[in-house]
């Protein structure tokens, strides 16, 4: 795990009193789907329900280590940085979507543990837990159904998240050389010439117009191998069918 993998181990999910218990099962998986670990519920209505453990499905742990307080103000009282999803926009607050909002996380976790809000299935947070919040986050989605399910929010934030703490790695490229391309250019003209191509215009259009294709990707040496294994079948080929017609004629 790279130093930003470990630093999610101090972000928690903070569900403020859910409804439905599945949910909460839900959401417990989609933190650790996403290498989170911290679930926080606020004045929930049940306690290890049945279907919050059947809904965890393999992530059990994450509510059998889940913290219950009383009130937002007691959850986020640790944080450095608190954020609250919501659809009502505020001109006093600074408004992100997931992936804005992972890279503020990022910087924060540097100095301490961040918070991340999700409100209530039916009415989301209230005005005054807003307040409580320095960053809204509202995950885009569509005008014709706009609203998420809880856990579905909580698994769009948790994968910006987890995508932006742990970037894929850098591939390193075996690129061809300038006296790489030079040869599969020349090779790839003697055969088309072989199949009976010609240049037109008194120049070699064809040609450019096959340097601009390759030029728009990166080649490396084992492409050009490729086009040179290519351009030996059509080599053998046409000698074939040369040997065929000499024999021919000699026929």
């Known amino acids: 795990m790279n130093k930003e993998g470990r630093l999610l181990d101090n972000v928690q999910v903070v569900l403020v009193e859910p409804q ?25 209505w049940f306690k290890d329900h049945p279907q919050s453990r059947y809904m965890a499905h ?35 607050t600074p408004f992100m979507d997931p992936r804005q909002a992972s890279e503020e996380i990022l910087t924060a976790l540097e100095s301490g543990p961040v918070s991340i809000l999700f409100g209530r299935e039916d009415k989301g947070l209230t005005n005054d837990e807003l307040k409580c919040c320095h960053i809204h986050i509202t995950i885009p989605s569509s005008e014709k159904q706009p609203s998420l399910n809880l856990s579905q929010a909580v698994m769009a934030m948790a994968y910006e998240l987890y995508m932006t703490s742990c970037p894929a790695p850098e591939q390193k490229l075996d690129l061809a050389t300038a006296n790489d391309l030079k040869g599969m250019y020349d090779h790839l003209l003697e055969s088309l010439i072989t199949l009976g191509l010609r240049q037109w215009n008194d120049g070699d259009n064809y040609m450019k117009s096959l340097r601009r294709v390759f030029s728009r990707t990166k080649m490396e040496k084992r492409d050009v191998s490729t086009i040179h294994k290519f351009c030996g079948e059509i080599d053998k080929y046409t000698a074939r069918l040369r040997a065929e017609f000499s024999k021919g004629k000699d026929e």
Not at 65 to 92: I, P, Q
């Open 20 to 44: 439905v218990p599945g949910n909460v099962g839900s959401s417990a998986r989609a933190i650790k789907n996403m290498g989170l670990s911290k679930l926080v519920v606020v004045k929930p």
């Open 58 to 92: 393999s992530s059990e742990d994450i509510l059998d280590n889940a913290r219950y307080v009383d009130s937002v103000s007691e959850a986020v009282a640790d944080s450095v940085l608190v954020l609250g999803t919501t659809r009502r926009k505020r001109h006093n």
